[in-house]
Every structure is written in structure tokens, then in C-alpha cells.
């Protein structure tokens, strides 16, 4: 009996074991779909990873173009006020040049114009001179007079 009851053992274990075999391939199953799942889940992210990865390049590259346009029209806009900068500066040597003549032309104007009244008035000088010592003659002359006019009265008017 003991040989029978070991079979009947072994018979229990080998169904054990057969029944631990179906758990596992069930397992298996289950853990095969869950791989499956999770790589496709995985699959999935790293589709969305590439495709976040392309926008970024495309909009790093559409980014990269719109900060080269910029800096091309600053370049222009630079160039355009450097070329209006040197344009209102040779505007200003010019007309700076033409200050310059002009007040130099004032300048012998002004020179002339003092040289002729300094002229005016060393004429004016000599005039008033002239009429100063015409003045004086005058005044001399009818002192002399007037002193004469005295010496007749007082010595020859008597006779």
C-alpha cells in the first residue's frame, strides 16, 4: 500500500504540477500581453518623443530663419542710418564751410566799414579842428576889437 499510495501521491504532485504548469503558460500569456502592451505603449511614447523632437527642430529651424531675417534687416536699417548719419554730416561741413566764408566775408565788411569810419572821424577831427581855430581867430579878432574899440574911446575920444 504504501507503493500505491505513493503513486497516488506522485499522482497528486504530477497533477499539482500540471496545474502549476497551465498557471504559468496562463502567466505566460499574461505577462507575454502585458510585454506586448507595454512595447507598444512604449512604441507609442517614443513616436511622440520623435515627433516632439521634429517640431522642436522644425520650429528651432523656423526660429533660426526668423532671427536671421531680423538681424539682415537690422544689418539694412544700420547700413540705411549709417549712410543718413554721413549725408547730414557732410551737410553739416558744408554748411559749416559756408558759415565759415560768410562770417570771414562780414568780417572784411565789418573790418572796412570801422577802417572807413575811423576815416570819418579822423576827418571830423580835422574839421572840428578847423573850426576851433577859425573859432579862436574870431574870438581873438574881436577881443582885439573890442579892446581897440576900448583904447579909442578912452584915449581918443576925448579930442
Do not use: P
Not at 11 to 37: N, P, Y
Not at 49 to 56: D, G
Not at 130 to 142: K, M, Q
Request: proline share 0%.
Amino acid at each position: 500500500m504504501s507503493e500505491a499510495a505513493t503513486q497516488s501521491e506522485i499522482g497528486l504532485v504530477l497533477a499539482e504540477i500540471r496545474s502549476m504548469r497551465s498557471d504559468l503558460q496562463a502567466m505566460d500569456k499574461k505577462l507575454d500581453l502585458h510585454i506586448a502592451t507595454t512595447a507598444e505603449k512604449f512604441n507609442a511614447v517614443q513616436a511622440e518623443i520623435r515627433a516632439v523632437r521634429s517640431e522642436i527642430k522644425a520650429l528651432d529651424e523656423k526660429v533660426t530663419v526668423q532671427i536671421q531675417s531680423v538681424q539682415n534687416e537690422i544689418k539694412a536699417l544700420d547700413e540705411k542710418v549709417t549712410v543718413q548719419i554721413q549725408s547730414v554730416q557732410s551737410e553739416i561741413k558744408a554748411l559749416d564751410e559756408k558759415v565759415t566764408v560768410q562770417t570771414k566775408a562780414l568780417e572784411d565788411k565789418v573790418t572796412v566799414q570801422i577802417q572807413a569810419l575811423d576815416e570819418k572821424i579822423s576827418d571830423l577831427s580835422d574839421r572840428q579842428r578847423v573850426v576851433d581855430s577859425r573859432l579862436w581867430g574870431f574870438i581873438v579878432a574881436l577881443v582885439g576889437a573890442i579892446v581897440a574899440y576900448l583904447v579909442k574911446l578912452s584915449f581918443f575920444d576925448k579930442l
